[in-house]
């Protein structure tokens, strides 16, 4: 069975920090582009961050640059989102996603495999 198992996430306060991991069951990471993904309350879901199989190309929504970083450990089978400097306007559900497209994308609707989603809430 094919699976994406996240975890991280939880609640911070304004200008912290938190990592999510992305695991994958079933399949090896390293031949898909995985994306980041959130979804805030009467919002679509966004792209947040994405990087290619190969890890060369990487790409964050505009609103996270700077203070989000994706990675991938391939040995580990996991793929993470380093966030920092976090405000409220982060607060949503993150997903991982994989999709073996010829180049990564921050199109969710391209994304074949998903997390369950990890609530990520910034307050104080």
């Known amino acids: 069975q094919l699976q994406l198992v996240q975890s991280g996430g939880g609640l911070v306060q304004p200008g912290g920090s938190l990592r999510l991991s992305c695991t994958a069951s079933g399949f090896s990471l390293e031949n898909y582009n995985m994306g980041w993904f959130r979804q805030a309350p009467g919002k679509e879901r966004e792209g947040v961050s994405v990087m290619s199989s190969s890890g060369d190309s990487i790409r964050h929504a505009d609103s996270v640059k700077g203070r989000f970083t994706i990675s991938r450990d391939n040995a580990k089978n996991t793929v993470y989102l380093q966030m920092n400097s976090l405000t409220p306007e982060d607060t949503a559900i993150y997903y991982c996603?994989?999709?073996?497209?010829?180049?990564?994308?921050?199109?969710?609707?391209?994304?074949?495999?998903w997390g369950q989603g990890t609530q990520v809430t910034v307050s104080s």
């Open positions: 996603a994989a999709e073996r497209g010829v180049v990564e994308t921050m199109n969710p609707r391209l994304y074949d495999y």
